[in-house]
């Protein structure tokens, strides 16, 4: 599966913002999938992940902000991202797990195949 993520930009605190992530290849709908973070001086780190069952899963720290979902019929993968804060600022990474129906978990060794990142940045 080969990833694009896009949609980042600037906005204000308590903003709103949408990434989208367009996934190629035919095992999209069957991939879990998820949203990373890389913060300026910091480990990449989990945000959000969804199973090809379409259960959800979220950080602690984005959880009642941010919501992830797929269109399999379009093969995209999606984070909306409300009541935006400073502390979000960071590059997001889409992400797909390295085979399909796999066994779900957070950590990086799960995911096989990375979008390019997308910058959001939260002005305080």
């Known amino acids: 599966v080969q990833l694009q993520a896009y949609g980042g930009g600037l906005v204000q605190a308590g903003g709103s913002l949408r990434l989208s992530c367009a996934a190629s290849g035919r095992t999209f709908s069957s991939n879990n999938m998820g949203w990373f973070r890389q913060a300026p001086g910091k480990e990449r780190e989990f945000v959000a992940g969804?199973?090809?069952?379409?259960?959800?899963d979220y950080a602690d720290s984005v959880k009642g902000r941010f919501t992830i979902s797929r269109d399999n019929a379009k093969n995209t993968l999606y984070l909306q991202m409300n009541s935006l804060k400073f502390e979000d600022t960071a590059v997001y990474y889409c992400?797909?797990?390295?085979?399909?129906?796999?066994?779900?978990?957070?950590?990086?060794?799960?995911?096989?195949?990375w979008g390019q990142g997308t910058l959001v940045t939260v002005s305080s």
């Open positions: 992400a797909a797990a390295k085979r399909s129906h796999s066994e779900y978990g957070r950590g990086l060794s799960f995911f096989g195949s």
């Open positions: 969804i199973t090809w069952t379409s259960m959800t």
